[in-house]
């Protein structure tokens, strides 16, 4: 009788193990100190699990991100009117994201 893994079990068996491949910060190792992309990694890990406000906690840019990916990927195959703004609007809400969120992050850190 042969077992037949499931494609959910098959995923589920790599989310527990891509911790395990997680990229080790340099900045963090070096000085000791977060990067304004520390987390991105485990947010993506935990937006994959379906823990959505985990993933915002762990790194608040990961919506505008995920935001601005999308529409660059939609932009390929749909070509909107208004493209260079939408794309310039989303990368200043994006950029000022993590920018506010490192800032209140390392504020949290010193205080």
Known sequence: MAITITMQSQLT?????ARDFMLPCLNK??????????????????????DF???FH????????M?????????LFLKLKHA???KFVLM????GTIIISYVL???????
């Open 29 to 50: 190792k070096l000085t000791g100190l977060d990067c304004p992309g520390c987390g991105m990694q485990r947010s993506i890990h935990l937006l994959a699990q379906g």
């Open 105 to 111: 992050k390392m504020n949290n850190l010193f205080n």
């Open 67 to 75: 935001v601005l990916l999308l529409f660059l990927v939609t932009n």
């Open 84 to 86: 260079h703004q939408i």
């Open 13 to 17: 068996i790599v989310l527990l193990h």
């Open 58 to 65: 762990m790194y608040p840019a990961i919506y505008p991100i």
């Open 92 to 95: 200043l809400v994006t950029a």
């Open 53 to 55: 406000a985990g993933a």
